[in-house]
């Protein structure tokens, strides 16, 4: 019995000396969601995570990158909102870059292993 259809996936994320998480595919997918929703709240719930994990994670990586990722402005009138820095933007146009060319090792170099071991998987039911 063969093995069902399977696709390589890396999940990378990047972490300080100390061994705290600083950036993540998803914590960029984060700071994309507050860019387009203009404001925190929204784009947690975009994402369908709480208010408080959205800041506590973008502060996080402010913190441990040491430079601002997200301005915000307090409500009024027209309401709140956020935007992202120019450091935030640079830092998602390298990463997403650095994911794909990950994504595309994996992916060339793991078909290979992915393929031995469906052999080799074969070969031994019995």
Known sequence: MPLP??????????ETEGGDVALSRWRMELLKAV???????AAAKAMNIQYRLAWQRIHDM???????????TVGGRGGGGAQLTPAARV??????????AIDACAQERGTTHLH???????QNKA
């Open 116 to 122: 031995k071991l469906a052999r080799a998987l074969a």
């Open 91 to 100: 830092l998602i146009e390298h990463l997403d870059k650095l994911f794909a």
């Open 35 to 41: 860019d387009r929703e203009g404001s925190i709240s």
């Open 5 to 14: 259809s399977l696709t390589i996936h890396a999940n990378i994320w990047l």
């Open 62 to 72: 402010e913190d441990r990158l040491g430079f601002p990722l997200v301005q915000t």
